[in-house]
Nanobody
Framework: QVRLVESGGGLVQAGGSLRVTCAAS????????MGWYRQAPGKQREFVAG???????NYLSSWQGRFTISRDNTKNTVYLQMNSLKPEDTAVYYCNAASASTLIWGQGTQVTVSS
């Protein structure tokens, strides 16, 4: 069984940067693709970025250029570097991972961007 734990969220001023981290534990050897989603208050959860085991990435076009996803397979960890943050980036950021035909979610980490 795989467990995902996000960390690194917090309060940042507009224009600042933040890196959120997602660490997998348990049967992490079974993890394939990983990704980040976010959910702002009153809105649906939306895709931000995804990354395969070898490191191929894809982004929703809105984020590309400001957000960068990466992973360290030796640490079973995926990262999301967020730059030039805007107040509209305020949301709970969730990590997910595909494992044995199952999609696993973390509990989320809050990112708040002040204007």
């Amino acid at each position: 069984q795989v467990r995902l734990v996000e960390s690194g969220g917090g309060l940042v001023q507009a224009g600042g940067s933040l890196r959120v981290t997602c660490a997998a534990s348990g049967s992490a050897f079974s993890i394939n693709d990983m990704g980040w989603y976010r959910q702002a208050p009153g809105k649906q959860r939306e895709f931000v970025a995804g990354i395969t085991v070898p490191g191929s990435t894809n982004y929703l076009s809105s984020w590309q250029g400001r957000f960068t996803i990466s992973r360290d397979n030796t640490k079973n960890t995926v990262y999301l570097q967020m730059n030039s943050l805007k107040p509209e980036d305020t949301a709970v950021y969730y990590c997910n991972a595909a494992s044995a035909s199952t999609l696993i979610w973390g509990q989320g980490t809050q990112v708040t961007v002040s204007s």
